[in-house]
T-cell receptor, first 115, second 112 residues
Framework: GAVVSQHPSRVICKSGTSVKIECRSL??????MFWYRQFPKQSLMLMAT?????????EQGVEKDKFLINHASLTLSTLTVTSAHPEDSSFYIC???????????FGQGTRLTVV | EDQVTQSPEALRLQEGESSSLNCSYT??????LFWYRQDPGKGPEFLFT???AGEEKEKERLKATLTKKESFLHITAPKPEDSATYLC?????????????FGKGTKLSVIP
């Protein structure tokens, strides 16, 4: 299957600082990337959808100014958590698809802890 | 609203005890049905895509099937390393930007 690399896998930051998470499709061009948040023992919660070269579409209730998404190329999307607070601590996962209704492949996830 | 419902929520099997996981879905507009495996602290791993009723896909001890209203993930003679949460997801036409609608998952535990 296709490979999606997410970095870092784990990050600890201080409250009030910003954290950037990268998501790269290594062996295919990802026209669409998705960012999810997952709480313990729960399923994936879609935060936003990004298409290369255009602004991300955020799900209802997700603060676009706090969770900045940039899909600068067909292989890279970034999620920046700005002015992080302890309640932003969570497991963040990206996925990428080559487009249409083809399979989406997921990164390894990033465990964010805000102290 | 498009829905994907998985059952059971949790399943404990003895090693070698075959069973099936169920995924029922909203029929209207479904363009593809996906199965993923997720281990604790990891992102979901793609297993199968099914596009039409009657389709079957196999990989090692796993076989996914699709009917007109549900999908099954059959696990034959499971081993402890098959323990994971299995997620079912649907792709629907009309949904924004081809996003997936996920079920809540079935947590499978295979006891040696």
């Amino acid at each position: 299957g296709a490979v999606v690399s997410q970095h870092p896998s784990r990050v600890i930051c201080k409250s009030g600082t910003s954290v950037k998470i990268e998501c790269r499709s290594l062996d295919f061009q990802a026209t669409t990337m998705f960012w999810y948040r997952q709480f313990p023992k729960q399923s994936l919660m879609l935060m936003a959808t990004s298409n290369e070269g255009s602004k991300a579409t955020y799900e209802q209730g997700v603060e676009k100014d706090k969770f900045l998404i940039n899909h600068a190329s067909l292989t890279l999307s970034t999620l920046t958590v700005t002015s992080a607070h302890p309640e932003d601590s969570s497991f963040y996962i990206c996925s990428a698809t080559a487009g249409g209704f083809s399979a989406a492949f997921f990164g390894q996830g990033t465990r964010l802890t805000v102290v | 609203e498009d829905q994907v419902t998985q059952s059971p929520e949790a399943l404990r099997l003895q090693e070698g005890e075959s069973s099936s996981l169920n995924c029922s879905y909203t029929v209207s507009g479904l363009r593809g049905l996906f199965w993923y495996r997720q281990d604790p602290g990891k992102g979901p791993e793609f297993l199968f895509t099914l596009y039409s009723a009657g389709e079957e896909k196999e990989k090692e001890r796993l076989k996914a099937t699709l009917t007109k209203k549900e999908s099954f993930l059959h696990i034959t003679a499971p081993k402890p390393e098959d323990s994971a949460t299995y997620l079912c997801a649907g792709h629907y036409s009309g949904a924004g930007s081809y996003q997936l609608t996920f079920g809540k998952g079935t947590k499978l535990s295979v006891i040696p």
